[in-house]
């Protein structure tokens, strides 16, 4: 098993397998990186170095009692990049470890990152407020904590369903796989994913989208529960100065793991464009 550590002294396991340009995996709450296994298998078979990594209090890494705002969240991932001297690199998030990402391009800045892909993204803000009329209520989101709280596996496991879009999407995700997926949830610490939970709904990055100018790749579901795309995708495309939405009908938040294939092929496409657009003109013969 391999770990590195981090500014605090906590200790990140990580994943790293294939070659070729390197894909930077940040998962999304309290799961952790075997939920990429599906898309890390799809990527290497097309000639990807694939890292994914558990971030502090999830899978197989420590389990500190601070650390789980985005700030510190994303000097971790600047730990992870520095550590394994990666440039060049495509990041890739589901949900909250989107803004992960979104939070070490405004900390850290876009020299070593040639990309980014953003996978039913929490951005730019999904809490309530006077100028977010759109978002959910925190009185909902306490009801949600106390669940938690009250019986961890039995609300994990409820997520699942919307997760999923069961039983809609029943033919494609097997029991099996729900338990895989909600086992490895689990495997988080209780605090930190409370923690966590807050970061998510407390995050606000409206301000910093605006200040991010590589491409960006969205990917969501139109039935996404988890996040809304009226809430998140749609107004972060809005925001980033060059970036693509790809909206998948019938989709929820769960797809980069039930689709993975069909969003494995739609990121190749995204950064071959990219590498494509990026080479350099050769001068004209006279």
């Not at 996040?227 to 939405?245: D, G, I, V």
Request: aromatic share 8%.
């Amino acid at each position: 098993m391999s770990h590195l550590t981090v500014k605090d002294g906590t200790k990140l396991f990580f994943n790293d397998l294939g070659t070729g340009k390197t894909v930077l995996m940040v998962h999304g709450w309290s799961i952790n990186s075997d939920s990429w296994e599906y898309m890390v298998g799809h990527l290497t078979r097309q000639g990807y170095r694939c890292i994914a990594f558990d971030m502090r209090g999830c899978g197989r890494s420590d389990q500190p009692w601070e650390g789980y705002d985005f700030r510190t969240l994303s000097e971790d991932l600047s730990c992870v990049i520095d550590q394994l001297n990666l440039t060049d690199i495509t990041l890739m998030g589901h949900s909250m470890g989107c803004g992960v990402i979104c939070q070490y391009l405004a900390d850290y800045g876009e020299e070593k990152v040639s990309q980014a892909v953003l996978i039913g993204t929490t951005t730019p803000a999904i809490a309530l407020a006077e100028d977010n009329p759109n978002g959910i209520d925190r009185a909902l989101f306490e009801l949600l904590i106390g669940a938690m709280r009250a019986d961890r596996p039995l609300y994990v496991r409820n997520l699942a369903d919307d997760f999923f879009a069961l039983p809609a999407k029943s033919h494609r995700v097997s029991p099996a796989m729900v338990d895989w997926a909600t086992n490895i949830t689990l495997q988080a610490a209780a605090h930190a994913a409370e923690k966590l939970y807050h970061t998510a709904f407390n995050g606000d990055f409206r301000n910093s989208l605006t200040d991010i100018n590589l491409p960006v790749l969205l990917l969501h579901g139109d039935k996404d529960v988890s996040a809304p795309l009226e809430l998140t995708a749609y107004p972060s495309q809005k925001l980033f100065k060059n970036s693509k939405l790809k909206v998948y009908e019938g989709q929820a938040h769960g797809l980069y793991i039930s689709e993975a294939a069909m969003l494995g092929d739609d990121i190749h496409a995204f950064i071959v464009a990219n590498e494509q657009h990026a080479l350099p003109v050769a001068p004209a013969l006279s």
